[in-house]
């Protein structure tokens, strides 16, 4: 009890059950160490449609032990094409060093989650609040449900607008000047596409397309700007509406696909981004609490990144913790000071393992942003020369292994 309030004590806490959290709780499970997951939703969060993996994604799932099974869901993938409808210019790409292919955000969360014992996932948390006891510096949380809870060990996986990356007092996210729009499209009797990406562009927009199965399809819109319009985000509809209506003068079997979409699926975002400078300086660990996923680099979906991102960063946090504090006995059976020192020296590995590659996917997805956000021919040269300067194999960041769990 702390001043009549009930504190319920645990070892190991993870704010937010998106992919980040549930494979941040899935690799602990795997190298037998114990967490719990507090996700605000009552129910597992399945919005955005799909998601695109590339090889170092799928390297990290098989780490996990979900790779082969989340392969079955979906159609391996050959590559890019690129079609300018203003200017009649095509291009074909190569799209990653090895694998590519689209799941199911469903497939993948649902996956993650029952690898996981029961009970680790405790839904309708809501974090409201977060601050370090002042006698243990053990991280305390308040929930919306009246819930107080002490952590030994605090991972904040809460995403863009994370509540932990507040606490570490890292510095506010920023928005791209394009907005988008995603969504799934069935076809009962086949869809008959190329198993490949197929991006049109067309009046400083972009719609990209990618076939997930032999009958569903996924696509989304990167629109330039986005709309102050509060009120479109909570209706599909209007956003099926204006989508169409954006994509008027685009090829008929485009905007059908956009026209007969699943709009349950459907969403708009507006694309938030941590500057690469930020990832580069920024605090991502205060005693026993750290990050992981958008809570620490939320980067824009321009390089495909996001998500696998996240899936190593849960591979490699877990491998520092699990070498460090060897298994679960050692956060149980220690005093304070060595649980906080061991833990401390784990997530100070962590982030040194991680803050270098983080810096290279952020950098390389905000200058992509920016080439597509600006309709200056100099500043779009000066973009593509420093891209091929810093990143002369555009594709090495497919390439990159986490390691083993
Ligand atoms: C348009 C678009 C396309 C994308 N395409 C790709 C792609 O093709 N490939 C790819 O790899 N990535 C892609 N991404 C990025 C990818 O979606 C994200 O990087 C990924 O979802 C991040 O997962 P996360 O778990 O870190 O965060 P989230 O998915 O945001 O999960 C955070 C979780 O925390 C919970 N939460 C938040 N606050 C609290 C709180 N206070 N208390 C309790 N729970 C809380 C939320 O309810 C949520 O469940 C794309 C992103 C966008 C916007």
């Not at 799928?58 to 690129?82: F, H």
């Not at 053990?138 to 995403?159: E, F, H, M, S, W």
């Not at 067309?202 to 076939?211: A, I, Q, S, T, Y």
């Not at 059908?256 to 459907?266: A, G, I, P």
């Amino acid at each position: 009890m702390d001043g009549g309030v009930e504190v319920e004590e645990m070892d190991i806490v993870i704010a937010g059950g998106g992919i980040c959290g549930l494979a941040t709780a899935l690799a602990l499970h795997r190298k037998g160490i114990t967490s719990v997951v507090l996700e605000r939703s009552e129910t597992l969060r399945t919005s955005g449609a799909a998601i695109g993996i590339l090889t170092n994604g799928w390297r990290a799932l098989d780490q996990l032990g979900v790779g082969s099974k989340l392969r079955e869901t979906s159609i391996p993938l050959q590559g890019a094409r690129d079609i300018w409808l203003d200017t009649n210019k095509q291009r074909a790409s190569p799209l990653s060093k090895g694998e590519f292919r689209c799941v199911k955000r469903r497939d993948l969360i649902q996956m993650l989650a029952e690898d996981l014992p029961h009970g680790t996932i405790q839904f309708g948390c809501h974090i409201l609040s977060l601050k370090l006891d002042p006698s243990t510096s053990y991280p305390t949380l308040q929930l919306l449900n009246g819930r107080t809870i002490k952590a030994k060990v605090l991972i904040g996986c809460d995403g863009a607008n994370s509540l932990v990356a507040e606490f570490l007092k890292l510095k506010p996210k920023k928005i791209f000047s394009h907005s988008a729009v995603r969504s799934l499209t069935n076809y009962p009797t086949g869809h008959g596409l190329v198993p490949e990406l197929f991006r049109t562009h067309k009046d400083n927009m972009l719609c990209g397309r990618v076939p997930i199965n032999q009958n569903l399809v996924f696509w989304f819109l990167l629109l330039p700007g986005y709309t102050q319009d509060t009120m479109i985000f909570n209706d599909p509809e209007l956003i099926r509406r204006m989508s169409v209506e954006k994509i008027n003068g685009f090829p008929n079997e485009i905007v059908r696909m956009v026209r007969d979409c699943d709009t349950s699926n459907l969403s708009l975002t507006h694309l938030k981004y941590r500057t690469p400078w930020d990832v580069l300086v920024g605090n991502f660990q205060r005693g026993t609490v750290t990050l992981a996923g958008d809570a620490m680099h939320v980067m824009g979906p321009f390089l495909g990144q996001g998500g696998s991102a996240a899936l190593e960063d849960a591979v490699v946090l877990a491998r520092c913790l699990a070498h460090k504090t060897r298994d679960q006995a050692d956060l149980n059976g220690n005093g304070m000071q060595i649980v906080q020192a061991k833990v401390g020296e784990a997530m100070d590995a962590y982030v040194k393992e991680r803050r270098m590659r983080l810096v290279g996917l952020s950098a390389q997805t905000y200058l992509t942003g920016l080439l597509l956000g600006t309709s200056t021919t100099l500043v779009k040269l000066f973009i593509v020369v420093l891209m091929a300067v810093l990143f002369y194999d555009p594709l090495l960041h497919t390439g990159y292994d986490c390691g083993p769990l």
